[in-house]
């Protein structure tokens, strides 16, 4: 079985690397300024004549209240009126994106992530919503998938009602934590009540999917409470999970600088939080996707692994990697074609440069043959655990182990260690390997030993 692990822990802690996620390869470390608003416009033209299909990403970055653990581009205020004069540069960054595609070109996917989506008011949800069906081919009948992420402390049933009155169909639920101490200690007081009442409300209105985000490793967490906020959300009935490990990097993020070190737990009890997890989703009968996030056997990506259609891009696992994604709003990323490309990350930036009806695109990069022939190599690893060399000889014309002759030491060691099973037509990443996939998709990074990996979270 594809869900198939096998907790190894001496191989855990040799190969327990700080590194990418690889939700794009190269990294975003790699994008530059040179990089700017006319790639863009190129790369749309050239988007328009293929009728690719489309995905959107909407940031909202504005949240109520600050959570210390988040390395979000977040927005902090009470004021509600923030978010007016925001939301009018971003109806001008979406028409004037919209003016280069073509009205016919669908979109398959659409996300709002922030950020809290939802504190946004009902009136003007309902107004950016128009607005991008306005200038973008949304489609009517349900069958696109439209997500938002959700804060229960921002939502009631009249919100999840308007959100499936207006399309969505999708919901991601941060919870984190269900223990009152480990939620005081990162600001971040939410019940279970509060939780359960937001996904009566989507399952009520028939949202397709659900999904919970926990982290672990946050201050104040053991295994045994991190346990029982598990087997909560085991009860909750997720469609998907998504379990992250914490990455303390205060010197980079200000909000962490409140959390207290000496309160986190230490790494092997972070390791034991990450066991039982595994232990007790798989035994409630999720299936590993990868890369910490886990489905039900009927959920889309678990189907789409099985078939070998499974992709990965910024907006993690998808089945909509074959679509061009338009990122809008402030720090947002697009992916069309071979171009990268990120919208400013300071919100004062982002809406003068849009009051001044220029688009905000601050750097990003346009992938060469090499970055084209790593992706497949890496996207394939880390979507299905295994690479068969053909399909990439074909694809790119190559001789793999010709291509790779310098990485196959590397490689042949992973696989005395147990890590993959290797020969001369395939790279199967065996049991024990596939909660350490990043470490593999590493060794074809041809960038990685250029940055300190400081920039990176461990994989585990």
Known sequence: MLDAIRWDTDLIRRYDLAGPRYTSYPTAVQFNSQVGTFDLFHALRDSRKTQRPLSLYVHVPFCANICYYCACNKVITKDRGRALPYLQRLEQEIQLIACHLDPTQKVEQLHFGGGTPTFLSHDELRQLMAHLRKHFNLLDDDSGDYGIEIDPREADWSTMGLLRELGFNRVSIGLQDLDPAVQRAVNRLQSLEETRAVIDAARTLQFRSINIDLIYGLPKQTPENFARTVEEVIHLQPDRLSVFNYAHLPERFMPQRRINSNELPTPAQKLEMLHRTIEQLINAGYRYIGMDHFALPDDELAIAQEESTLQRNFQGYTTHGHCDLIGLGVSAISQIGDLYCQNSSDLNQYQNALAASQLATSRGLLCNADDRLRRAVIQQLICTFSLEFSDI??????????????????????????????????????????????????????YLEQHSRQRFSRVI
Not at 412 to 438: H, N, S, Y
């Open 393 to 446: 000889e074909q694809v790119f014309n190559i001789d793999f182990q010709g291509y790779f002759g310098e990485l196959w030491p590397q490689l042949q060691d992973m696989a005395k260690d147990g890590l993959i099973e290797l020969d001369r037509e395939r790279i199967t990443i065996l049991p024990a390997g596939r909660l350490l996939v990043r470490s593999v998709c590493m060794v074809f990074d041809a």
